[in-house]
T-cell receptor, first 112, second 113 residues
Framework: EDQVTQSPEALRLQEGESSSLNCSYTVSGLRGLFWYRQDPGKGPEFLFTLYSAGEEKEKERLKATLTKKESFLHITAPKPEDSATYLCAVRGEMDSSYKLIFGSGTRLLVRP | DTGVSQDPRHKITKRGQNVTFRCDPISEHNRLYWYRQTLGQGPEFLTYFQNEAQLEKSRLLSDRFSAERPKGSFSTLEIQRTEQGDSAMYLC???????????FGSGTRLTVV
């Protein structure tokens, strides 16, 4: 069964203090690993898709990387506006519906 | 606005009542998904439509839940005889069927009292 585990559950950073969020996954043939940002009371907002080990993508202060077993979301010099829940999800090659299997997320709080 | 729209944003209902939510996907997207999210958890898959056909339903979707997508446009999710355990955020997402991620709506927050 496809599974996603995210750590830590919650992370508190000072503004400018860089860190990384982890997403470990088990999937029968990866057809994409997805990172989303979710603000309170809103739907998830798409950030990145990674397809193969070694791939990296960047957007502003965020950089996502992928290995065969896990993905990292690196946050460089975060600002208070980066505070949100970050969700990781996978899609397996056996799944014709293209549904995503999500982890429980990491709640990030960046203090000024 | 060409995003995914959901209505209502919030719904409070008494246990045992029926509720219906609506989702308007991005017009060119032929795939539509419903997910449920409880506090502190990630979204959980409920059901999937390709055009008007409902092609997959999760085991989470009990007989009290029904979803439709007439003419492959908007979709509705109905919950009959609501229970307190149904309280959650119900998210709709649409996709063009490629390998890219979905676009989610803002969700409908259901509270059953």
């Amino acid at each position: 069964e496809d599974q996603v585990t995210q750590s830590p559950e919650a992370l508190r950073l000072q503004e400018g203090e860089s860190s990384s969020l982890n997403c470990s996954y088990t999937v029968s043939g990866l057809r994409g690993l997805f990172w989303y940002r979710q603000d309170p009371g809103k739907g998830p907002e798409f950030l990145f898709t990674l397809y193969s080990a070694g791939e990296e993508k960047e957007k502003e202060r965020l950089k996502a990387t992928l290995t065969k077993k896990e993905s990292f979301l690196h946050i460089t010099a975060p600002k208070p506006e980066d505070s949100a829940t970050y969700l990781c999800a996978v899609r397996g090659e056996m799944d014709s519906s293209y549904k995503l299997i999500f982890g429980s997320g990491t709640r990030l709080l960046v203090r000024p | 606005d060409t995003g995914v729209s959901q209505d209502p944003r919030h719904k409070i209902t008494k246990r045992g009542q029926n509720v219906t939510f609506r989702c308007d996907p991005i017009s060119e997207h032929n795939r539509l998904y419903w997910y449920r999210q409880t506090l502190g958890q990630g979204p959980e898959f409920l059901t999937y439509f390709q055009n008007e056909a409902q092609l997959e339903k999760s085991r989470l979707l009990s007989d009290r839940f029904s979803a439709e997508r007439p003419k492959g446009s908007f979709s509705t999710l109905e919950i009959q005889r609501t229970e307190q355990g149904d309280s959650a955020m119900y998210l709709c997402a649409s996709s063009s069927g490629t390998l890219y991620g979905y676009t989610f709506g803002s969700g409908t927050r259901l509270t059953v009292v």
